[in-house]
């Protein structure tokens, strides 16, 4: 018989299609498991609606839990329950330095950094060059969680600026 | 709400998704290139989960989305119109948000809490598109052809909303009560935009996978 414990693991191998750095579960989309008679009931909230990856996150759950000999239903939920505070300190742990490393001289793969730029067009629907003063903006009005502003810290034009003021540190420094 | 009220909005959202995405690649700045393909994106995203909450868990979204005659759509006039120009383009997307947002917001008390949380979530979404329209409209609020833009489509914007709401509209785009352009009916645009829309999937057999 397949214990709840065993289902959130085996999610936990799942990575988020977008940013593959991170799993389905630290991202924080799963929102309930439910195990009875050898039948999984997964809750699963999307980052956002528009999002194209749902059916491609829902059969690899589906395949988990068949996995463990069990039978799954994923119940996709839309409603208001995710936001960026949902992701798992692992989970930020796992993005932050992201953006940390992106520096010059850093050996950030592309993958890394494309993963980062998702991040930052999810945490933003329109990627205006003030998004990151949006996205503060949406903060302190509660409607989007303090990690979207981390998220948006990857913007590539803020970027530009943390490496051009490193630059000037380094020259400095000579 | 009413199924066809909620079938108007997704209508909506989705042909002005569609609507939105003929910018893609050849939008005025890069930045508004991927601003309007990812808020199409996002406004189609809508359409599909109010579409999956009206035919329920065993229903087909997608038989919805493309299986009807254009005559049988609940969208507004508004977002069929095949708008060429900028202006025409922000200022839709301006009025629309404003006319939007009030819808939402009402049906974010719904008393089906599957439709309130649903209208949560769409309308945590939706601030990044106001943003995005307030951000424009900011801009070019003085320019005489954006205004030219607004005042022409502001009959149509008004058919966004059933008439209890639509005093909300006046007051904040600041524009006189006028006849509405009404939901209901459709301009010659839809048609040639629903043969485009549905094209590929009339073009294989009922039933095929993809």
Known sequence: MVAEAQVWKALEQIPDPEIPVVSLVELGVIRSIDVRNGHVRIEFTPTFLGCPALEVMKRAMEEKVAG????????????????????????????????????????????RRRAARFATARAAASRSSSSRRSSQALCERGIVGAQAVDLCAFDGEHDAVGERADARRAHAVR | MNEQALLGLADDELVLGWRDSEWTGIAPLLEEDVAFSSIAQNEIGHARAVYELVVGPDGDADALAFDRKPEEYGCAPLVELHVLDWAHTIARRWLYEVADEIRITALKGDHDPAVAGLAAKIDREEAYHRMHAEMWHERLQDESRFRAAVDE???????????????????????????????????????????????????APAGAQW
């Open chain 1, 68 to 111: 463990l000999g069990a039978e799954p239903q994923v119940e996709v939920i839309s409603d208001d329950s995710w936001s960026t505070d949902r992701i798992t300190p692992a989970g930020r742990e796992k993005l932050v330095p992201t953006a940390a490393r992106r520096r010059p001289g850093s050996r950030t793969s592309s993958a």
């Open chain 2, 153 to 203: 489509l502001w009959p149509y914007a008004l058919g966004v909303l059933p008439t209890e709401l639509r005093g909300e509209l006046v007051e904040r785009v600041g524009l006189a009560q006028v006849d509405a352009v009404d939901r209901g009916t459709h301009t010659d645009e839809l048609a040639p935009l629903w043969e485009e829309m549905t094209m590929v999937r009339r073009s």
